[in-house]
Nanobody, 123 residues
Framework: VQLQASGGGLVQAGGSLRLSCAAS????????MGWFRQAPGKEREFVAG????????DYADSVKGRFTISRDNAKNTVYLQMNSLKPEDTAVYYC?????????????????WGQGTLVTVSS
C-alpha cells in the first residue's frame, strides 16, 4: 500500500490544521494507522493511532485534548485534526500503516510509511 500525507503548512500558535493520509494500492486490507512526527534533531515520536474500524484510538500525552485522529474507510483516508497548535508541535508529520489492523506507539510496528508533511507553528 502507498501512503500520501498532505495538509501541512505554516500556522500561528493557537491555530488549526487538518492532515490527511490517503492510501492507494492494496486498500482491501484493513490497516491500523498511526501518525508520527519528527522535529529537527529529534527521534520520530508517536502522535496518534487508530485501529482498522475506527473504534479505538490513542494519543500521545502531549497532544491529548488538542488532536483528533479519524478515518474514512470508504475514502481510504485517515485524518489528524490539530487544534490549539503550539510551536513545539513543529515537525514533519508521517502517517504509517500496520497490517495487523491495530495501532501501536512503536515505530517498528508499522509496515508502510508516507513521505511526510511539514507543519510549522510560529509563536
Amino acid at each position: 500500500v502507498q501512503l500520501q500525507a498532505s495538509g501541512g503548512g505554516l500556522v500561528q500558535a493557537g491555530g488549526s490544521l487538518r492532515l490527511s493520509c490517503a492510501a492507494s494500492g492494496r486498500t482491501d486490507r484493513r490497516y491500523g494507522m498511526g501518525w508520527f512526527r519528527q522535529a529537527p534533531g529529534k527521534e520520530r515520536e508517536f502522535v496518534a493511532g487508530i485501529n482498522w474500524s475506527g473504534g479505538s484510538a490513542d494519543y500521545a500525552d502531549s497532544v491529548k485534548g488538542r488532536f483528533t485522529i479519524s478515518r474514512d474507510n470508504a475514502k481510504n483516508t485517515v485524518y489528524l485534526q490539530m487544534n490549539s497548535l503550539k510551536p513545539e508541535d513543529t515537525a514533519v508529520y508521517y502517517c504509517a500503516a500496520d497490517r495487523s489492523g491495530l495501532y501501536s506507539d512503536s515505530v517498528g510496528r508499522y509496515d508502510y510509511w508516507g513521505q511526510g508533511t511539514l507543519v510549522t507553528v510560529s509563536s
